[in-house]
């Protein structure tokens, strides 16, 4: 458990020294992200869908643990993001900071799922 609060920590921090050293602005803590992309939107859509649909299948079935469907739903919606960020705003360099965040959190979910945490 340590180990995931000590790569939650790096993670903040690497965020707010990425965002000093290329100057990116901070972003709203909680709100809507707006898609460049209108199929981009539409899959964040479908993936969002899809994760309510599965983890109510998941809790009928207990086909995996919820955390996993949780952990799936949530990287792809980074994932959608960053590349959305990538794509269309590339002169806010906000992208490299999603990208980073996507790194932590693969590795996170990775030592979750091995059970070393």
Do not use: N
């Not at 705003?89 to 070393?116: R, W």
């Amino acid at each position: 458990m340590y180990i995931l609060i000590m790569l939650v920590a790096a993670a903040v921090v690497v965020d707010f020294i990425l965002r000093k050293v290329l100057d990116i602005p901070r972003s709203k803590f909680w709100g809507k992200y707006e898609y460049e992309s209108l199929a981009l939107e539409r899959w964040d859509k479908y993936i969002m869908v899809a994760f309510v649909l599965f983890l109510v299948l998941d809790m009928i079935f207990m086909v995996v643990e919820p955390y996993i469907v949780t952990w799936w739903f949530l990287g792809m919606h980074i994932l959608l993001k960053s590349i959305d960020e990538w794509k269309y705003k590339q002169e806010k360099k906000e992208y490299v900071t999603s990208f980073v965040q996507m790194g932590f959190f693969l590795t996170a979910f990775v030592l979750l799922v091995s059970g070393i945490v």
